[in-house]
């Protein structure tokens, strides 16, 4: 740290925050004893906490955010002279960093071409659902409304956004939802619904959304809101056949398919976005996370050409176009932010190195599940990997939700930060989570996985 806080600042910033903020996802009853954690500093994937302790930062910012990493000057330049020159204007004008980033954005993403400015990605997720609803009042007589979502997979955090939400310990106390999201099964293949394997097994998941298409009746389904890979509900990566088959589906029943990038989106998965790794031809995509690495709120509804034409088809009918705001949809940091984001991406090749990284850290997470027969299974896509920890590789009984937080804390102490599936899905909250930013090196990836497996050494014996 370059000491800009002396030791009686910093007691000061941690009496003030024990005494007034309220932390998020966290029961406090422990602050007052203990001492919360602040971040006072960040710098490349390095964080230091107000002790002054240096972590290496496994998870981009605690939730997928941080993806180039801390202490950017120059996006923290672009946002500063674009604030000057213009910080904020309504949406239903239009902005120079907005359209010059919307530009840049539709070019990595072949068969979309609209992009609607929001800023979070609860905020996104609950745009494409009343577009969707919209369309089924305008197409369909208001028939077509109901929206399918998958067991497991999380869109956000508001009332419409967990309807949709398939983490019922997530959503527990905090009903009752909104009607007419329905619920299809996840299709992670370590926990089996159908006694299959591979390809078929992915086929069958993907079936099992025909099935609910078929009890609900085709003519009320107007889309389905799926997760690439699904995070916080345990990284769940697809099994082979599954996209192709639910592509089949969608058009089959003419359902629109909303992709749920707020994680994978820009680069997560070494690919700028989750969908492009499995062919998937989406009519709308959300972001949030990454698309500016957190120095900037913004989030992003992108749709086909064909969804936005559907908005303008008669002028004449007052009611006929998407009506909805958001606020900071029209703040400039935003994009000035996010441009600056790609281009960082672009030219350090971060893709490539997020493939490479991704490579080496389920490598070396198999390979510590060959020490460790607490670790069932190790999956995920690029710089987005998770380890499920069970009791019995042969039963799969899930570990015990404290050890496997006590993993986490231990991590920490060694200066490392991981994370775990938290409060997601009762009794299933057993993976650990990795999601370093992608300018990791072959050193930072090992630090990470060494610290876990003395972690679940210590632990697990
Ligand atoms: C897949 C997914 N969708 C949506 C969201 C909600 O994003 P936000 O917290 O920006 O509202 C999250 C947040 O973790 C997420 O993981």
Not at 416 to 421: H, M, P, R, S, Y
Request: negative net charge.
């Amino acid at each position: 740290m370059d000491g800009t806080l002396n030791q009686n600042d910093i007691s000061h910033v941690v009496e003030a925050d024990r005494a007034h903020i309220w932390h998020h996802l966290i029961q406090h009853k422990p602050f007052e004893t203990g001492e919360p954690r602040i971040i006072v500093e960040g710098k490349g994937i390095r964080v230091w906490d107000q002790n002054g302790k240096e972590h290496i930062d496994g998870v981009s910012g605690g939730v997928w955010t941080v993806n180039v990493g801390y202490g950017r000057e120059s996006i923290a330049n672009a946002v500063r002279d674009q604030l000057l020159k213009l910080n904020y204007f309504a949406g239903a004008a239009g902005t120079v960093p907005g359209a010059l980033f919307a530009e840049k954005l539709i070019k990595k993403m072949p068969g979309l071409s609209r992009v609607y400015y929001c800023n979070s990605g609860s905020e996104a997720n609950e745009k494409a659902f009343k577009m969707i609803r919209q369309i089924a009042h305008k197409k369909y007589g208001g028939k077509k409304n109901k929206i399918l979502y998958r067991d497991r997979d999380y869109h956000g955090t508001t009332i419409a956004t967990l309807s949709a939400g398939g983490q019922d310990e997530r959503n527990a106390q905090y009903g009752p939802f909104t009607p007419g999201f329905i619920r299809v099964p996840h299709c992670l293949e370590y926990r089996a619904q159908w006694d299959l394997s591979g390809e078929e097994y992915g086929k069958r998941a993907a079936d099992a959304i025909e099935e609910v298409i078929i009890s609900e009746g085709p003519d009320t389904v107007g889309g389905i809101c799926l997760e690439p890979v699904t995070a916080g509900g345990g990284v769940i990566t697809p099994p082979e056949g599954y996209w192709d088959r639910v592509q089949e589906i969608c058009q089959k029943y003419d359902i629109l398919l909303h992709i749920d990038e707020v994680v994978c989106g820009l680069g997560r998965t070494g690919t700028w976005f989750g969908y492009q790794n499995y062919g998937i031809k989406p009519d709308m995509v959300t972001m949030a996370k990454g698309v500016a690495s957190g120095y900037a709120a913004i989030a992003c509804l992108v749709t086909t050409e064909e969804v936005f034409d559907s908005f303008k088809d008669n002028p004449d009918d007052k009611m006929n176009y998407f009506r909805d705001i958001s606020t900071f949809g029209g703040c400039t940091a935003g994009p000035t932010a996010a441009i600056e984001n790609m281009r960082i991406i672009e030219d350090e090749n971060l893709l490539d190195n997020t493939v490479k990284m991704g490579a080496r850290m389920i490598e070396n997470l198999d390979q510590l599940a060959e020490k460790h027969s607490v670790i069932g299974d190790v999956r995920g896509a690029g710089l987005f990997c998770g380890a499920e920890l069970v009791k019995d590789r042969s039963t799969k009984e899930p570990e015990d939700e404290k050890l496997v937080q006590a993993v986490v804390a231990d991590c920490a102490a060694q200066g490392v930060l991981i994370g775990a599936t938290n409060r997601s899905l009762p009794g299933l909250n057993n993976t650990l989570c990795f999601s370093p930013a992608l300018i990791a090196t072959p050193d930072d990836i090992d630090q990470i996985t060494e610290a876990v497996g003395k972690s679940l050494g210590k632990i697990f014996g």
